[in-house]
Protein backbone atom coordinates (compact mmCIF):
# COMPACT_ATOMS: atom_id res chain seq x y z
CA UNK A 1 0.00 0.00 0.00
CA UNK A 2 1.43 3.34 -1.11
CA UNK A 3 0.63 6.42 1.40
CA UNK A 4 0.76 9.73 1.20
CA UNK A 5 0.52 12.52 2.75
CA UNK A 6 -1.69 15.50 1.17
CA UNK A 7 -2.68 18.72 2.44
CA UNK A 8 -6.70 20.34 1.41
CA UNK A 9 -6.92 21.01 -1.97
CA UNK A 10 -4.02 19.32 -2.91
CA UNK A 11 -4.54 16.06 -5.43
CA UNK A 12 -3.10 13.07 -6.31
CA UNK A 13 -3.26 11.49 -9.76
CA UNK A 14 -3.63 7.97 -10.66
CA UNK A 15 -2.90 6.74 -14.54
CA UNK A 16 -3.59 9.93 -16.22
CA UNK A 17 -7.86 9.94 -16.05
CA UNK A 18 -8.29 10.13 -11.90
CA UNK A 19 -8.13 12.97 -9.99
CA UNK A 20 -8.43 12.27 -6.00
CA UNK A 21 -8.57 15.39 -4.33
CA UNK A 22 -8.39 16.34 -0.31
CA UNK A 23 -11.51 18.42 0.09
CA UNK A 24 -11.29 19.25 3.94
CA UNK A 25 -9.90 17.48 6.95
CA UNK A 26 -11.85 17.59 10.42
CA UNK A 27 -12.82 15.96 13.18
CA UNK A 28 -11.72 12.69 12.60
CA UNK A 29 -13.17 12.50 8.75
CA UNK A 30 -11.51 13.24 5.62
CA UNK A 31 -13.65 14.12 2.63
CA UNK A 32 -12.03 13.86 -0.49
CA UNK A 33 -13.15 14.12 -4.17
CA UNK A 34 -12.87 11.85 -7.43
CA UNK A 35 -12.80 12.76 -10.99
CA UNK A 36 -13.08 10.12 -13.43
CA UNK A 37 -13.94 8.69 -16.36
CA UNK A 38 -17.51 7.42 -16.56
CA UNK A 39 -16.61 4.41 -17.33
CA UNK A 40 -15.11 3.89 -13.84
CA UNK A 41 -17.40 2.76 -11.40
CA UNK A 42 -16.84 4.61 -7.83
CA UNK A 43 -18.26 3.35 -4.27
CA UNK A 44 -17.55 3.20 -0.70
CA UNK A 45 -15.85 -0.08 0.59
CA UNK A 46 -19.45 -1.24 2.00
CA UNK A 47 -21.19 -0.63 -0.55
CA UNK A 48 -18.75 -2.22 -3.49
CA UNK A 49 -19.03 -5.13 -1.08
CA UNK A 50 -22.72 -4.82 -1.37
CA UNK A 51 -22.48 -4.68 -4.82
CA UNK A 52 -20.60 -8.07 -5.17
CA UNK A 53 -22.82 -9.94 -2.96
CA UNK A 54 -26.43 -8.85 -6.04
CA UNK A 55 -26.82 -11.13 -8.61
CA UNK A 56 -25.28 -10.49 -12.20
CA UNK A 57 -27.57 -9.52 -15.00
CA UNK A 58 -29.42 -7.07 -16.78
CA UNK A 59 -32.41 -5.47 -14.39
CA UNK A 60 -36.12 -7.42 -15.51
CA UNK A 61 -36.67 -3.40 -17.26
CA UNK A 62 -33.69 -3.42 -18.67
CA UNK A 63 -35.13 -1.42 -21.79
CA UNK A 64 -36.00 1.84 -19.90
CA UNK A 65 -32.42 1.84 -18.49
CA UNK A 66 -30.65 4.36 -20.25
CA UNK A 67 -27.35 4.99 -19.69
CA UNK A 68 -25.80 8.69 -17.54
CA UNK A 69 -23.81 10.96 -19.57
CA UNK A 70 -21.10 12.98 -18.00
CA UNK A 71 -19.85 16.13 -20.04
CA UNK A 72 -16.11 15.90 -18.49
CA UNK A 73 -15.02 18.69 -21.17
CA UNK A 74 -16.35 20.90 -18.06
CA UNK A 75 -14.97 21.85 -14.30
CA UNK A 76 -16.64 19.34 -12.12
CA UNK A 77 -18.32 21.82 -9.59
CA UNK A 78 -18.73 20.66 -5.36
CA UNK A 79 -21.32 20.90 -3.61
CA UNK A 80 -21.87 22.02 -0.24
CA UNK A 81 -25.35 20.76 0.86
CA UNK A 82 -25.75 22.86 4.22
CA UNK A 83 -23.89 26.17 2.43
CA UNK A 84 -26.55 25.32 -0.14
CA UNK A 85 -29.67 25.36 2.33
CA UNK A 86 -28.77 28.81 3.46
CA UNK A 87 -30.33 31.89 2.77
CA UNK A 88 -29.57 34.01 -0.21
CA UNK A 89 -28.50 37.90 -0.02
CA UNK A 90 -27.11 37.36 3.44
CA UNK A 91 -24.19 39.47 2.71
CA UNK A 92 -21.02 37.74 1.87
CA UNK A 93 -20.77 34.11 -0.28
CA UNK A 94 -21.55 31.23 2.88
CA UNK A 95 -19.05 29.13 0.55
CA UNK A 96 -16.67 30.98 0.28
CA UNK A 97 -13.62 30.34 3.53
CA UNK A 98 -13.09 32.60 5.88
Same mark, same amino acid.
Request: glycine share 8%.
Given at each position: ?6 ? @????? !?IGNA???? #? !? ?5 ? #???? !? ?7 ? =? ?11 ? !??? @?? =? ?7 ? #?????? @? #? ?21
Amino acid at each position: MLVLTRK @PGEQI !VIGNAIRIT #V !VSVGHGR #VKIG !VEAPPNVSI =DRQEVHERKQLEP !VGP @PA =DAAEVRPVV #VDMTKA @P #VLHNRIADRLPVGSGADPRKPR
